[in-house]
């Protein structure tokens, strides 16, 4: 392969944060699955979020921001970005499954952006008002840094769901 060919093939790097990536999102709405919608809005940590408004930010502040954005600079989304903690919050008209299916539907327009750009290459665009100077510099960057934000918000969603209702993912099986 070219210094900044695609590396989408079993077994490139690409592939294989993508396939780590995969298992955190699975992990996130694995974790819900079962919950009805009141469940869903039903904040149980003191700080008052709750598991929807957690996956409506996970779909609009990490996979359209950091891919559709960053990694694309889609001048659409760029353009429509939200400030502050709007994300976490979900209107009460909007239904639970609407949520859902833009958080998958967002997965597989990312999936589109990481499958379609090299490992190495550099970012399209950066939020300097909200970060400063980069700190992430690559579609690999961009990947670790999502990797990590998803599992530490499918923690999160773990502990919300055992408080709800006692059910806790294994990680092992």
């Given at each position: 392969?070219?210094?900044?060919s695609?590396?989408?093939?079993p077994?490139?790097?690409?592939?294989?944060?993508?396939?780590?990536?995969?298992?955190?999102?699975?992990?996130?709405?694995?974790?819900?699955?079962?919950?009805?919608?009141?469940?869903?809005?039903?904040?149980?940590?003191?700080?008052?979020?709750?598991?929807?408004?957690?996956?409506q930010?996970?779909?609009?502040?990490?996979?359209?921001?950091?891919?559709?954005?960053?990694?694309?600079?889609?001048?659409?989304?760029?353009?429509?970005?939200?400030?502050?903690?709007?994300?976490?919050?979900?209107?009460?008209?909007?239904?639970?499954?609407a949520?859902?299916?833009?958080?998958?539907?967002?997965?597989?327009?990312?999936?589109?952006?990481?499958?379609?750009?090299?490992?190495?290459?550099?970012?399209?665009?950066?939020?300097?008002?909200?970060?400063?100077?980069?700190?992430?510099?690559?579609?690999?960057?961009?990947?670790?840094?999502?990797?990590?934000?998803?599992?530490?918000?499918?923690?999160?969603?773990?502990?919300?769901?055992?408080?709800?209702?006692?059910?806790?993912?294994?990680?092992?099986?």
């Amino acid at each position: 392969m070219t210094e900044n060919s695609i590396e989408t093939a079993p077994g490139s790097e690409v592939s294989a944060l993508l396939r780590v990536l995969a298992g955190q999102r699975r992990h996130v709405l694995g974790t819900l699955d079962g919950l009805d919608a009141e469940a869903l809005r039903r904040p149980v940590l003191p700080s008052g979020w709750h598991c929807l408004g957690l996956v409506q930010h996970l779909a609009l502040d990490v996979e359209r921001f950091w891919f559709r954005a960053v990694v694309a600079g889609d001048a659409e989304v760029i353009g429509g970005l939200t400030s502050g903690a709007e994300a976490w919050k979900v209107a009460p008209d909007v239904p639970a499954a609407a949520v859902l299916d833009a958080y998958r539907r967002e997965t597989e327009l990312a999936d589109g952006v990481i499958t379609a750009t090299a490992a190495d290459a550099g970012l399209a665009w950066w939020p300097h008002d909200l970060f400063g100077e980069p700190h992430l510099h690559t579609l690999r960057d961009v990947l670790l840094h999502v990797i990590t934000e998803t599992a530490c918000h499918a923690g999160h969603l773990d502990a919300a769901r055992e408080l709800i209702d006692g059910r806790r993912w294994l990680v092992l099986t």
